[in-house]
């Protein structure tokens, strides 16, 4: 079964491409032997710079399974997830990710991802985005609100 949804992934990468909807990327959630979210690569078509293919297919899989947690699914992706998608993936809980191409194959046709990567594992002043903390007593305000919040809903 494993290598049918991965080919299900392969295929929504070269569909969506040859449409002209974005890069060569595809991405399904399978829960229970069944594909409960489809995504592709809609960087370009959607002008969204998050619309990568397995943020789509988690936003599809969640929608379906009304839930934000994708507990008991497995994805199937055609690259190896940059480090936005791994994010999602961690946040999505996830059981597992099977995909096709390495972040290196990726790199090779232009989608360089190594860049975030070391970025990511910086300490904040050494990364070339600039950041500066700001007004950090304010903002902590809506953290100890939430904190006292009876109704809330972890995540």
Known sequence: MNKAFMRAAIRLSFQMMRRGAGGPFGAVVVKDDRIVGRGWNQVTSAKDPTAHA???AIRTACKRLKTFHLDGCVL???????????SAIYWARLDKVYYGNERKDAGKIA??????????ALPIGRRQLRMKQLLHEEALKAFAEWER???KILY
């Open 149 to 151: 919040k009876p109704d």
């Open 76 to 86: 199937y992706t055609s690259c190896e997830p940059c480090s936005m998608c791994l």
């Open 111 to 120: 989608f360089d991802d190594d860049l975030i990567y070391r970025e990511v």
């Open 54 to 56: 397995e943020i789509v």
